[in-house]
C-alpha cells in the first residue's frame, strides 16, 4: 500500500494544480498625462514592500503574490513627475487596478502627486459572490469572535443549536481555510483551530460557487489570512470586562448578581522586526485570554452523592446535602496563541512560519441537571497548527508556493479524568426521578469520550500572469490523517458502567486508529478582459479510507456465518467537477456574473468509522454503523448576480441561486439473520434543494460624513427529505415507527428572511459609534401533542428573532501611546428572542403539558419549576467596558 502511495505521489509531482489563494493582484496601466499615449518602462512599486514591476510596451504592468491589506502605490519615470495613491485596497483573489496619468517634469523638482485611492464599489473580476472583511473594518465591529462576523453575512443561518449554515446546506459542508490551508476537521466537518479575530487581516466569505482551486465543500468557504508583521516595531493590548444586565429575572436563575468581572478580556500583541536580523526577520506574536462565568446557573440543591427514592410511596426520602449555591452551567474560558515569522531569504524569495493554537474548557448547560450542576460533564479541547511557506517570486508575473502544514485537535468529555475516580457513585441515581419533569437529586454523568485529530498537508502551486490576459494557477496538494476516537464508561465498584446496559456504549465502545488518504489535482484560467472576467478550470480529488466495510450486510460482524472473507477493503474514490463562473459590465457602474459547477463532499469521517466493531446490540433497533465506502455527497450550484453603482458612493448587488443536493448522509435499515435484531447504516440517500436571493446595499465613508453603511436582504428556501443524517434511524425507533418523508419538507435552519445592517460612525476628532442590526423569521418546528404529530415535519414556525448590538468609542493620544476606550453592548434591548420551542404551542414560555400530566407529587420541584427553559432562549443584555492601546 506504501509503494501505491510513493507512486501515486511521484505521478502528481508532474501534474499542474492549484490551492486556495491568500494574495491578490494590483493591474493598471501607465499613460502620459498630456498626450493619453502609454509609457514603456516605468517603474510602479509599492511602498513599503520588495512588490513591484516594470510597465510593458502597451504601458501595463502586473504585480502579483500581493498580501491583502492597504497600500501605497507610486509610479516614477525619468522626466515625469512621481505619483501616489494611496489607501489603496488588495483583497484575497481579487484584482485591484491602478491607472497613472504621470505629469511631465523638464526639471525634476522633486514635487509628487499624491491620490487618495478610493475602494471600487463594485468588484468587475467578481464571478461569484463573495464577501471580504478588512482588519480596520473588524475593529470597528461590536464582535468577540470571527464567527460573530460570520453571522453578519448575507446567506449565512444560525440554526437552534448555534451551527452555521451557508445558503441552506449542512453545518458540516463549510470549508474553513488559513492562510491558504484547511483548518477544518474532517472527523465532524467543524472548525477544528480556532482564530483570534484581533489576528486576522481579512476574512472572506464565498457563498455562491467555487473556483477549482477550492474542494472538499458544498456549501460555503471561509477563508481567513492572518496579519503579517509590520517594519516598525508596535506592542499593543486591549482589555475588558464586563456582566449581564437583564431584567428578566424570573427567567435566569442568579441573572441579578452583578460582577464586573464575570466577563473578562485580556489580549496583547507585538510586532516588528527581529532585533538580530532586522532587515531580514520579522514577526508578529498575539495571546489572548476570554473568560465568560455564562448567563445560566444551577443551584446546588444537591451533591452527586445524594441518594432518593420515589418509587415506593410509603417510603419516599430525598437526600439534600448540597450548599444551595449558584453554579454557572455554561461557563467558558479560551485561550488564543498567534506566532509569525516571516525571513527575507533572497529578494524575492520569502520563508514564514505561523503557528496558531487554542485551548479551551466549558460546559453545556443540561436543564436535567439545574440542582445537582455538579454531576455532568466538562468539555476540553485543544488544538494548534503548524504552517511552514516557502513563497519565490520567480518574476513581476510568476511566482510559487510550497508549503507544509500539521495540525492537531484533542477533545475530552468527561466529570472526572480517571475512569475509576472514587467520585463516581451508582448510576442508578441517574434514573431514579419521579417522573419526566423532575430534576436529578443525585448522580454523575459517566461518560468518558475522547478523540484526537492528525491531519499532515503537504501543497505546492504555482501562478503565473502568463499574457495580459491569462493568469494560470496550478498545484498540488496531499493529506495524510490520523483519527483516534476512545469511547468508554466510568467505573463504579470495579464495573465499568456500574453494570447498566447501554445500546450506545455497547456498540460505540473501546477504541480506533484510522489513516484515510486524499489527494487532489486542480488547474484554472483567469481570463481577464475589457469587456467579460472568465474563471474557468477542471478539479480532480481521489480519497481512501483503509478500512474495511461488513461483506454481509445481514452479518455486519461476521459473527454468524464466520465467513473466511468476511470483510472487504472499502474501494477507493475518484472525482472530477468542472467550474466556470463569468462576469461582464453593462456599463461603467454595472456588472453581471453568472456561474455553475459541480461540487463534491466525502462526509463528515465519523460517519465512516462508527461502531468500529460492527456490533448490532440485541433485541431490536438501536445500532448505528458507519460505512467507509460512503460516496461523495454532490451538489450542483447555479447564480445570476449584478452589481451596480450609485451616487459614487452607494454599490448595490442582487444575486439570485438556485442548488440541487443529492447522495447526502442518511440511514438505511438493515435486518440480521437474528431475529428481531436490526441497525441502521450510513449510506447515500438524502438530497435536497435551496433557492433564494440575495439583495446587498453599500454606502462607503466620505471625508465629509465618516459614516459607513451595509445592509443585506436575503430570501431563501432550503428544502429536503431530512435534516439530519439519523432521521430514517429516529422514524424507525419512534413506537409506532413513522414514515419517512415522500416530499421535501422545510429544513430544520430553513430561515426564509434575514436582514443584516451594519453602520458605523469614525471621526477621530469626535467618537466613534458602531451599531449592527438584525431580523431572522422563525425557523422550523414539527407540531406535536403528547410526542405525537399532528401535522407533516416542520410545518410549524418559530416566532421571529431580532436583535441590537452597539458600540461606542473614543480615540486620544496620550504621550506616545495611542488609546481606545470603549462601551460594547450586547442585545441593546434586553430582547428574549425564542430559540426553542415547545412543540405543543410552538413558543418557549409555555407548554400544554399541565393539561395532560394530571396530579403530580413535587417533592423536588413543580411542573413550573421543570418548564421554566432559560436555555430556549437567546443570550441576555451583555455590556463590557474596556480599552485598547498601542505604543
Not at 477550492?214 to 508583521?229: A, L, R
Not at 470495579?494 to 487532489?520: D, K, L, M, Q, W
Not at 461488513?550 to 473466511?564: C, F, I
Request: charged share 20%; net charge negative.
Amino acid at each position: 500500500m506504501k509503494c501505491k502511495y510513493i507512486l501515486f505521489i511521484v505521478l502528481f509531482s508532474f501534474t499542474t494544480l492549484v490551492h486556495a489563494g491568500q494574495t491578490g493582484k494590483v493591474t493598471g496601466v501607465v499613460l502620459d498625462g498630456d498626450t493619453g499615449t502609454p509609457l514603456m518602462a516605468v517603474n510602479v512599486i509599492i511602498e513599503g514592500t520588495s512588490f513591484g514591476a516594470a510597465t510593458d510596451m502597451d504601458g501595463y504592468y502586473a504585480i502579483l503574490n500581493v498580501p491583502p491589506g492597504s497600500y501605497t502605490i507610486f509610479a516614477s519615470m525619468i522626466g515625469y513627475r512621481t505619483t501616489r495613491f494611496t489607501d489603496v485596497k488588495v483583497s484575497v483573489d481579487r484584482t485591484t487596478n491602478v491607472d497613472f496619468k504621470l505629469a511631465q517634469s523638464v526639471v525634476d523638482l522633486g514635487d509628487e502627486i499624491t491620490v487618495i485611492a478610493e475602494r471600487p464599489l463594485i468588484q468587475k473580476d467578481l464571478t461569484a459572490t463573495a464577501s471580504s472583511v478588512s482588519a480596520d473594518e473588524i475593529t470597528a465591529m461590536p464582535v468577540e469572535s470571527f464567527q460573530d462576523i460570520l453571522k453578519l453575512q448575507a446567506g449565512i443561518v444560525k440554526d437552534s443549536g448555534g451551527d452555521l449554515h451557508i445558503r441552506g446546506g449542512r453545518a458540516s459542508e463549510i470549508a474553513y481555510m488559513v492562510d491558504g490551508v484547511s483548518v477544518s476537521d474532517p472527523f465532524s466537518g467543524k472548525l477544528a483551530v480556532e482564530v483570534d479575530q484581533g489576528a486576522i487581516q481579512e476574512l472572506k466569505v464565498i457563498s455562491g460557487t467555487f473556483n477549482a482551486e477550492y474542494g472538499q465543500v458544498m456549501s460555503g468557504i471561509v477563508e481567513i489570512v492572518t496579519k503579517d508583521p509590520d517594519q516598525e516595531f508596535k506592542i499593543g493590548a486591549s482589555f475588558y470586562a464586563g456582566d449581564y444586565l437583564s431584567d428578566h429575572r424570573d427567567l435566569f436563575l442568579h441573572i441579578d448578581d452583578i460582577s464586573p468581572l464575570s466577563l473578562n478580556n485580556a489580549q496583547i500583541y507585538m510586532t516588528g522586526p527581529s532585533p538580530i536580523f532586522s532587515k531580514k526577520l520579522s514577526y508578529y506574536i498575539s495571546m489572548r485570554r476570554l473568560y465568560n462565568e455564562g448567563w445560566l446557573y444551577g443551584q446546588r440543591r444537591y451533591n452527586p452523592s445524594d441518594s432518593s427514592n420515589f418509587v415506593n410511596s410509603n417510603a419516599v426520602y430525598s437526600e439534600q446535602s448540597g450548599d444551595d449555591a449558584y453554579v454557572p452551567m455554561n461557563e467558558s474560558v479560551q485561550y488564543y496563541a498567534n506566532a509569525k515569522l516571516v525571513l527575507a531569504v533572497a529578494p524575492g524569495i520569502k520563508l514564514s512560519y505561523n503557528f496558531l493554537g487554542d485551548i479551551s474548557r466549558w460546559k453545556y448547560y443540561d436543564h436535567l441537571y439545574k440542582y445537582n450542576p455538579d454531576g455532568n460533564v466538562k468539555n476540553r479541547d485543544q488544538a494548534h497548527t503548524h504552517i511552514l511557506n516557502w513563497n519565490h517570486t520567480l518574476s513581476s508575473r510568476t511566482f510559487y508556493t510550497f508549503k507544509l502544514n500539521r495540525y492537531h485537535y484533542d477533545y475530552k468529555s468527561y466529570l472526572y479524568e480517571n475512569l475509576y475516580d472514587p467520585n463516581y457513585v451508582n448510576p442508578e441515581l441517574l434514573r431514579n426521578r419521579e417522573d419526566a419533569y423532575r430534576f436529578l437529586t443525585g448522580g454523575t454523568n459517566m461518560t468518558h469520550f475522547y478523540r484526537t485529530t492528525t491531519v499532515n498537508q503537504v501543497k505546492f502551486d504555482i501562478t503565473s500572469q502568463a499574457t495580459r490576459i491569462h493568469q494560470l494557477k496550478a498545484g498540488t496538494e496531499f493529506k495524510y490523517n490520523e483519527l483516534h476516537l476512545e469511547n468508554r464508561t466510568a467505573y463504579y465498584k470495579g464495573v465499568e458502567g456500574g453494570g447498566i446496559y447501554s445500546a450506545e456504549r455497547f456498540f460505540n465502545a473501546g477504541e480506533y486508529t484510522h489513516h484515510p488518504f486524499e489527494a487532489v489535482a486542480y488547474i484554472q484560467d483567469k481570463i481577464e478582459l475589457t469587456w467579460m472576467t472568465l474563471n474557468a478550470g477542471l478539479r480532480y480529488d481521489y480519497f481512501n479510507a483503509n478500512q474495511d466495510v461488513p461483506v454481509d450486510l445481514r452479518d455486519p460482524d461476521n459473527s454468524y456465518s464466520r465467513k473466511e472473507q468476511g470483510f472487504a477493503k472499502a474501494k477507493p474514490k475518484h472525482q472530477i467537477s468542472p467550474r466556470i463562473g463569468i462576469a461582464f459590465p453593462i456599463s461603467a457602474t454595472g456588472v453581471v456574473h453568472v456561474s455553475y459547477g459541480h461540487f463534491f463532499q466525502l462526509p463528515p469521517y465519523e460517519y465512516l468509522y462508527m461502531n468500529p466493531r460492527f456490533a448490532v446490540a440485541p433485541g431490536g433497533l438501536s445500532t448505528l454503523m458507519g460505512n467507509a465506502d460512503l460516496d461523495p455527497q454532490t451538489t450542483v450550484i447555479y447564480e445570476v448576480g449584478y452589481q451596480q453603482s450609485l451616487l459614487d458612493q452607494i454599490g448595490i448587488d442582487v444575486t439570485g441561486f438556485y442548488k440541487d443536493a443529492r447522495n447526502l448522509l442518511g440511514t438505511e435499515i438493515y435486518e440480521t439473520y437474528i431475529l428481531g435484531d436490526r441497525y441502521a447504516r450510513y449510506i447515500n440517500r438524502d438530497y435536497g434543494n435551496i433557492r433564494g436571493i440575495t439583495v446587498a446595499l453599500n454606502k462607503r465613508a466620505t471625508a465629509s460624513d465618516h459614516l459607513t453603511v451595509s445592509f443585506d436582504y436575503t430570501y431563501q428556501v432550503a428544502e429536503g427529505n431530512a435534516s439530519d443524517p439519523n432521521h430514517q434511524f429516529y422514524n424507525n425507533q419512534a413506537d409506532p415507527p413513522k414514515k419517512s418523508n415522500i416530499q421535501v419538507v422545510p429544513l430544520n435552519w430553513d430561515q426564509r428572511h434575514t436582514l443584516n445592517l451594519s453602520a458605523s460612525f469614525d471621526n477621530p476628532r469626535f467618537i466613534g459609534v458602531g451599531v449592527i442590526g438584525q431580523f431572522q423569521s422563525g425557523l422550523p418546528y414539527t407540531p406535536a401533542i403528547q410526542s405525537q404529530e399532528t401535522t407533516f415535519e416542520n410545518s410549524g414556525r418559530k416566532p421571529f428573532n431580532s436583535n441590537v448590538d452597539f458600540r461606542f468609542f473614543k480615540h486620544f493620544q496620550l504621550g506616545h501611546g495611542s488609546y481606545t476606550a470603549f462601551v460594547k453592548v450586547y442585545n441593546l434591548f434586553d430582547r428574549t428572542n425564542e430559540i426553542n420551542v415547545y412543540d405543543d404551542t410552538g413558543r418557549a414560555g409555555y407548554s400544554l403539558v399541565s393539561q395532560y400530566v394530571g396530579e403530580r407529587r413535587a417533592h423536588v420541584n413543580s411542573l413550573a419549576e421543570w418548564l421554566r427553559r432559560p436555555d430556549f432562549y437567546s443570550e441576555p443584555r451583555k455590556i463590557l467596558i474596556g480599552l485598547d492601546v498601542e505604543f
